[in-house]
């Protein structure tokens, strides 16, 4: 297996071997996992095997990260950089995009071309739109990385959820403003996902907008211009609706709406818990401090990250967005949650019980320790909240749009 030497401060050398590499295959090949309804309802007919994949991600899943188990261990920073240098962890991420389309392809073309109720329509459908939402995660890697390559893949993994405009707004947009009031990408404490929902997917499209707008603006060049990424991205999409339009004639467009509506709430999950109630301060100058780890919900179970590029390992991704999945880190010090995303996603379509299990998580952290002043509280939850929580006065959050950042 291959390994990665390095030195430390005192002259002595170190070795690292990454264990997970031949594992990391399974962020490549968990997109695949809506061919197997289909493989299976052609062999039995029975339309119930569209019910598996969700089965999987939401029950599954959930309990294999219950069983096997975190992983805690971090590759040496001396090694680091010949981790982020080997190619066969960015030529993973490069294989990956055509699954996509593959899978997105072959489903739409037997949902319009076999005798299927319309429940099992909308089973298929929805249900490729899941693994849907595993290409936009598979572009929120790319799309961070500063190669031509890499940039140009980011818009094709888009296009397959006709989501676009996702690396300007979570480039430029989310981690500038995160775990602030004035991003809409950040949930708030007392906030239902369904509340999060409204606020954050057409936030984040106003806000990728207006970021491009200014961009071009400031070249003197249109919003429709050419080089506007957003619409390149669209233009793939629109290309591949087209496609199977004239493939599978009229019934490509339900089914691409509810890929996409399922692929979006994908999104909107992931967002949801990376970063339920976290504040970041601002100083003396009205600044809001830098992004630290602690600012994000962390997660170290291993299954559910080797299946999606590290992803959950999201407080060294928003200290350190340029670094890649492979040499994410942990830390001991930082708001953990108690299960992966797909165990989390679950809780969260169930808003009390999440409030019950996140809302005493999240106030029991060390750098907020009950004090409701260090919560990016929900405005409308607010009177119920300082009641529970002991706050004898209610104060009005100053929600600031575009916050300075420190430099």
Not at 175 to 192: C, Y
């Amino acid at each position: 297996m291959k390994g990665y030497t390095g030195v430390l401060e005192n002259g002595e050398a170190i070795h690292y071997v990454d264990g997970k590499r031949w594992l990391w295959l399974l962020s490549v090949t968990f997109p695949l996992q809506a061919l197997m309804p289909v493989v299976l309802h052609a062999l039995t007919g029975n339309e119930l095997w569209f019910v598996l994949p969700f089965l999987l991600n939401y029950i599954a899943q959930p309990a294999l990260d219950a069983v096997i188990g975190t992983d805690s261990n971090n590759p040496p920073e001396e090694v680091v950089m010949q981790l982020e240098k080997d190619p066969f962890y960015r030529r993973l991420t490069y294989v990956v995009v055509p699954l996509h389309y593959f899978t997105l392809i072959v489903c739409a073309v037997y949902a319009g071309t076999q005798d299927l109720s319309w429940w099992a329509f909308i089973l298929l459908a929805t249900m490729a739109g899941l693994t849907a939402g595993l290409a936009i995660n598979t572009a929120h890697e790319l799309g961070h990385k500063n190669t031509k390559i890499e940039k140009l893949l980011a818009k094709f993994a888009l296009a397959v959820a006709f989501y676009g405009h996702f690396t300007i707004e979570h480039n430029r947009g989310h981690h500038m403003l995160v775990s602030t009031p004035g991003d809409a990408a950040s949930s708030r404490m007392g906030e239902s996902i369904y509340r999060f929902a409204l606020r954050e997917i057409p936030g984040a499209f106003r806000r990728a907008w207006e970021i491009e707008r200014e961009r071009l603006r400031s070249r003197d060049l249109p919003i429709w211009h050419y080089s506007n990424p957003i619409l390149q991205s669209y233009a793939i999409s629109m290309a591949v609706t087209v496609l199977l339009f004239a493939w599978i004639g009229w019934l490509a467009i339900p089914f691409l709406l509810l890929h996409h509506a399922f692929a979006y709430w994908q999104l909107t999950s992931a967002n949801y818990v990376e970063h339920y109630g976290l504040l970041r301060e601002k100083n003396a100058k009205g600044r809001y401090e830098r992004c630290q780890p602690h600012h994000s919900w962390n997660c170290n179970y291993l299954f559910s990250n080797l299946v999606l590029f590290h992803l959950e390992r999201h407080s060294d991704h928003h200290a350190n967005p340029l670094r890649r999945y492979q040499s994410l880190r942990h830390f001991e010090d930082v708001p953990q949650l108690p299960n992966g995303y797909f165990g989390m996603y679950l809780l969260a379509y169930f808003p009390p019980l999440w409030f019950r299990v996140m809302d005493k998580r999240l106030m029991a952290l060390p750098h907020v320790n009950g004090d409701l002043d260090k919560v990016n509280i929900c405005p409308k939850a607010q009177p119920g909240i300082f009641l529970k929580w002991g706050r004898d006065k209610m104060e009005e959050p100053t929600l600031t749009d575009l916050p300075k950042i420190e430099p």
